[in-house]
């Protein structure tokens, strides 16, 4: 069962007596949970019917002599088992999975990793009540979902804004969630959030970031790319080298792709949607960037993305003196002038 239609079970008080929410996004687990919550028992019950354990604190006999309880004046019971992740004799609650106690909804939270499926608890779960995986959205995914989660608060955003805000905020739903509600504190609804409300609210600027170096880069663009590493400078803090190298190497990856799609030939609508892209304008930048790199370009900037990477985390013997600053700064150069990079080799 998706995200969206367990939600939507959850409110309509549609419970199954045991639920496992595990993977990777903590932000999904937290939302069915606290729907849970919210909707399992009124508020006048929670006194007496409402348990929360934790797995570091938890063994599985807790859990289930919890669990085998029954309810006090109320329709069922709610047992909340956060951080199982922590719990170390989780697997023993596959006996309790196999005959769950109807009159209680057991919540089992474990975050930031999969509970094996192979295991017996796992497949119990999945037997006689719901398991659900939280997979952490790809990076090419994130400005359609901030766009989406705007949309359904009544607001709307500009494309390049989505992006900017993909781009500086990374994957995590829930940082991006606390950044996108402190922004929409101040703006009415209906307000379309622009690169500019971004920058003045957010802290990232619209013309020194990562988004635009990668175009400044792919464009040739040796003056834009020389006031971003200047800006970079001053602040260290906005693009870090393994978060500019890891983004540098999407977006080429994405460019290499490109290049292997045009020489077969597919139409623009396939290679907008092999891309992940929404809109003509983002093609139309990855399209003069593949314009300036032969696949000979292409191989050497991927080499350089790697060495880099490598020099940031301490792998390499001639460091002595170079900050991050420098080593971005020797690497764009390179990434921008190949011919002369190739015969220094």
């Not at 004046?73 to 023993?92: G, H, P, S, T, V």
């Not at 005959?99 to 990793?113: E, F, G, M, R, Y």
């Not at 398991?131 to 359904?152: H, Q």
């Not at 709307?156 to 504190?185: M, V």
């Amino acid at each position: 069962m998706d995200f969206s239609a367990l939600l939507k079970s959850i409110k309509a008080k549609d419970f199954s007596p045991v639920y496992l929410l595990h993977g990777e996004e903590p932000y999904f687990i937290d939302q069915l949970e606290e729907a849970i919550e919210a909707h399992a028992l009124q508020e006048h019950e929670r006194a007496f019917n409402q348990t929360i354990l934790y797995g570091k604190d938890t063994d599985h006999l807790q859990v289930v002599d919890a669990a085998r309880r029954f309810p006090m004046m109320a329709e069922r019971q709610l047992i909340l088992l956060r951080e199982a992740q922590d719990m170390r004799d989780i697997k023993e609650l596959a006996r309790y999975a196999e005959n769950p106690a109807p009159t209680t909804v057991l919540v089992i939270s474990h975050k930031h990793k999969k509970l094996n499926g192979n295991l017996v608890v796992t497949k119990n779960i999945k037997k006689n009540g719901v398991v659900f995986e939280s997979k952490g959205l790809y990076e090419n995914k994130v400005p359609a979902w901030i766009t989406g989660y705007l949309r359904d608060r009544k607001y709307k955003i500009e494309p390049e804004a989505s992006n900017l805000l993909a781009e500086f905020l990374g994957t995590s739903l829930g940082k991006i969630t606390n950044e996108l509600d402190k922004l929409l504190l101040n703006l009415p609804k209906g307000t379309e959030v622009t690169t500019q409300i971004v920058e003045d609210q957010v802290g990232v600027s619209k013309d020194y970031n990562v988004f635009e170096l990668q175009r400044a880069i792919g464009h040739h663009d040796q003056m834009k790319a020389a006031r971003i590493l200047q800006y970079f400078r001053g602040n260290p803090k906005a693009a870090p080298l393994p978060m500019v190298t890891g983004s540098l190497y999407n977006y080429f990856s994405k460019v290499f792709l490109l290049k292997e799609l045009q020489h077969k030939r597919e139409s623009r609508q396939e290679i907008m949607k092999a891309l992940g892209l929404r809109f003509d304008f983002f093609l139309a930048d990855y399209e003069r960037t593949a314009r300036n790199y032969d696949l000979k370009g292409m191989y050497t900037v991927f080499a350089l993305l790697r060495e880099y990477d490598l020099k940031s985390k301490g792998v390499d013997s001639n460091l002595a003196g170079k900050g991050e600053s420098e080593l971005l700064k020797e690497l764009v150069w390179k990434m921008m002038n190949l011919n002369s990079t190739v015969e220094r080799q």
